[in-house]
């Protein structure tokens, strides 16, 4: 979540930060008009970047074994605003593989891992491109498919048809490459983006409560909100207590 040129930008890891914790959206758009501190990323965190950029490279270097026009378009780090426009070139220029493609649609931003060249009829000729992206995980989760399935909705303006596929390639020692279908996420995307635009376009965030949920560990916010639930004496501080039984005791007062 960014703003530019007095604009807000969301990306498809606003969209999952959305879905995991409503909390996590109402902190980051506080942070937005009044930046507040966040913990730094944990020694396992950052473990596990790291693995996911030597999975990401692995892959590419597959890719340019097999493809002979590949573009790196973050090669010399350019700005965003480049970069979508170096990307919206390299389609309409035919190229094989887009690496690190940058993709925008009014408020919505996307960093897709990358882009292949498919022989299916678009407004670019007779190709398109779809998604791949990949991940360390040993299957595919839901808001892996929810990212992918954004950046390929970033594709329509651009080649003027929606990708037939998208596509995960997971951690396991095989780099297995799953395919999914846009159409059958479509409109699962459209209703999270509806209620994320519904809780997003007030002018104060919506009142949430940092509930504790399996995100935390990985959140920028975690600290604020362990001072938080430690103040309110909350009920998660109960040794194994349960999620459901904690709703059940707070609606009972």
């Known amino acids: 979540m960014q703003t530019r040129n007095g604009t807000r930008l969301y990306s498809a890891s606003d969209l999952c930060g ?7 959206t109402a902190l980051d758009l506080e ?39 590949v573009i790196d378009i973050a090669e010399g780090n350019p700005s965003f605003e480049r970069r979508v426009e170096l990307t919206i070139e390299a389609m309409h220029a035919g190229a094989d593989i887009i690496f690190q493609a940058s993709l925008q649609d009014g408020a919505l931003i996307g960093h897709a891992d990358f882009l292949r060249k498919v022989p299916r009829a678009s407004t670019l000729g007779a190709f398109s491109y779809e998604v791949i992206d990949t991940k360390l995980a040993k ?9 992918t ?9 651009i080649q003027g048809v929606q990708p037939q596929f998208m596509y995960v390639v997971l951690g396991d020692a095989a780099r297995t490459e799953q395919a999914f279908r846009v159409a059958d996420y479509a409109d699962y995307l459209e209703q999270v983006l509806q209620r994320f635009d519904a ?15 399996g995100h935390c560990g990985f959140c920028g916010w975690r600290e604020r909100c362990d001072e938080q639930r430690q103040r309110d004496d909350h009920l998660s501080a109960v040794a194994g207590i349960s999620r459901s039984q904690i709703k059940k005791l707070s609606s009972s007062g």
Do not use: W
């Not at 959305?18 to 996590?24: G, K, P």
């Not at 809780?199 to 949920?213: D, G, I, L, M, S």
């Open 31 to 69: 942070h937005l008009v009044t930046p507040m501190p966040k913990a730094a990323d944990s020694e396992q965190n950052r473990l596990i970047q790291d693995k996911g950029l030597a999975h990401e490279a692995a892959f590419f270097q597959r890719l340019k074994s097999e493809y002979a026009n």
């Open 18 to 24: 959305f879905l995991e914790c409503q909390h996590l």
């Open 199 to 213: 809780f997003t376009r007030h002018a104060e965030p919506p009142a949430t409560y940092p509930e504790p949920c």
């Open 139 to 147: 299957t595919a989760k839901a808001k892996f498919l929810v990212q």
């Open 149 to 157: 399935a954004l950046y390929s909705r970033l594709l329509v303006p």
